[in-house]
């Protein structure tokens, strides 16, 4: 049989930091792996993360493309520019990725590495402000003069350990910070019990109307308040993730889920899932801590377990042909 037409070794799902370093890590150790990074073209995350250590190649858009291109050129590795909307295990074992067109993939096993994407919090004038760079990412971000430095207590912060940590992140490089639980009087008061009241640390609990662009300075905002009050601020916040789509592949397969809506990855057996055969990485099995390195190390991580498996594979098939041998 012509190898093209066997199972690829390895499905990877994703081409972003997470997918595109495993299917280099298998690659590079020889198994055939198909590649799907999407019908639209991939962008690095360098830039926005900011990382001074990582290679060039992940800051930059048109090398991160080139660096794909050429893992498909020099490595058993197959880059398909495709958007797969479903995924199914087979009743051989095999798994089968397909795309919209119905053009069929099947492989052995699977690695899902598609991501994340962000909730927009429901505040009117947030989306304008986060589009003008106006709302903090990271807590030792520029200086902060005199405008108070405030955290948004919504989505992934509205977690009170989440909260805390944000809020004396940002107390070492502010004088003082404000809180905002956008009208959860819980979260407030949980928060108050756990703060000094001489730690230079307020806590509001009423809802905000809106969150304009402050006139007087390039990366504050005005807080608008239920009561007419208005608010000052630098503005920190990190908004809460979910997994891809409208039909994310977790469910397709039935996969178990963390409370924050990752992707399950089992303690025992690296990078598996709730389902032998699945594996997972980057963004989709890690919503709450989302970085690059992060996502490069899991990359490394899930095909170095996947490897382990193949490996497995090999030596149990080889076995059983010599003992079949006369």
């Given at each position: 049989?012509?190898?093209?037409?066997?199972?690829?070794?390895?499905?990877?799902i994703?081409?972003?930091?997470?997918?595109?370093?495993?299917?280099?890590?298998?690659?590079?150790?020889?198994y055939?792996?198909?590649?799907?990074?999407?019908?639209?073209?991939?962008?690095?995350?360098?830039?926005e993360?900011?990382?001074?250590?990582?290679?060039?190649?992940?800051?930059n858009?048109?090398?991160?493309?080139?660096?794909?291109?050429?893992?498909?050129?020099?490595?058993?590795v197959?880059?398909?520019?495709?958007?797969?909307?479903e995924?199914?295990?087979?009743p051989?074992?095999?798994?089968?990725?397909?795309?919209?067109?119905?053009?069929?993939?099947?492989g052995?096993?699977?690695?899902?590495?598609?991501?994340a994407?962000?909730?927009?919090?429901?505040?009117?004038?947030?989306?304008t402000?986060?589009?003008?760079?106006?709302?903090?990412?990271?807590?030792?971000?520029?200086?902060?003069?005199?405008?108070?430095?405030?955290?948004l207590?919504?989505?992934?912060?509205a977690?009170?350990?989440?909260?805390?940590?944000a809020?004396?992140?940002?107390?070492?490089?502010?004088?003082?910070?404000?809180?905002y639980?956008?009208?959860?009087?819980?979260?407030?008061?949980?928060?108050?019990?756990?703060?000094?009241?001489?730690?230079?640390?307020t806590?509001e609990?009423?809802?905000i109307?809106?969150?304009?662009?402050?006139?007087?300075?390039?990366?504050?905002?005005?807080?608008?308040?239920d009561?007419?009050?208005?608010?000052k601020?630098l503005?920190?916040?990190?908004?809460?993730?979910?997994?891809?789509?409208?039909?994310?592949?977790?469910?397709?397969l039935?996969?178990?889920?963390?409370?924050?809506?990752a992707?399950?990855?089992?303690?025992?057996?690296?990078?598996?899932?709730?389902?032998?055969?699945?594996y997972?990485?980057?963004?989709?099995?890690?919503?709450?801590?989302?970085?690059l390195l992060?996502?490069?190390?899991?990359?490394?991580?899930?095909?170095?377990?996947?490897?382990?498996?193949?490996?497995?594979?090999?030596?149990?098939?080889?076995?059983?042909?010599?003992?079949?041998?006369?």
């Amino acid at each position: 049989m012509d190898e093209s037409e066997l199972p690829a070794d390895v499905l990877i799902i994703g081409g972003g930091p997470a997918g595109s370093n495993a299917a280099w890590e298998l690659g590079k150790a020889h198994y055939r792996v198909t590649l799907f990074v999407g019908d639209k073209p991939v962008s690095s995350p360098g830039s926005e993360v900011g990382e001074s250590s990582l290679p060039a190649v992940l800051k930059n858009r048109e090398l991160f493309n080139l660096f794909q291109q050429e893992t498909s050129k020099t490595l058993p590795v197959t880059v398909e520019r495709k958007r797969i909307t479903e995924v199914r295990r087979l009743p051989n074992g095999l798994f089968e990725a397909e795309d919209a067109g119905g053009n069929v993939w099947p492989g052995r096993l699977l690695i899902l590495a598609d991501g994340a994407e962000e909730v927009m919090p429901d505040i009117a004038g947030y989306q304008t402000c986060w589009q003008q760079q106006r709302i903090l990412m990271h807590p030792s971000e520029g200086k902060h003069g005199r405008v108070p430095v405030a955290v948004l207590a919504v989505g992934d912060l509205a977690e009170l350990t989440m909260a805390l940590h944000a809020v004396w992140q940002i107390r070492q490089y502010a004088s003082a910070v404000r809180v905002y639980t956008h009208g959860d009087p819980e979260l407030a008061q949980e928060l108050l019990s756990r703060v000094s009241p001489d730690a230079a640390i307020t806590i509001e609990s009423a809802y905000i109307q809106e969150i304009q662009p402050d006139a007087d300075s390039p990366h504050g905002v005005t807080v608008q308040l239920d009561g007419g009050k208005s608010e000052k601020a630098l503005l920190y916040h990190r908004r809460a993730a979910q997994l891809k789509g409208n039909d994310p592949f977790a469910r397709q397969l039935r996969l178990e889920l963390t409370e924050s809506g990752a992707i399950r990855i089992s303690a025992r057996v690296p990078y598996m899932t709730s389902m032998d055969g699945v594996y997972a990485g980057g963004d989709c099995a890690s919503l709450g801590q989302r970085t690059l390195l992060k996502a490069l190390a899991m990359g490394e991580g899930v095909a170095a377990a996947v490897a382990a498996r193949l490996e497995r594979g090999r030596w149990k098939n080889l076995a059983y042909e010599e003992e079949s041998c006369p």
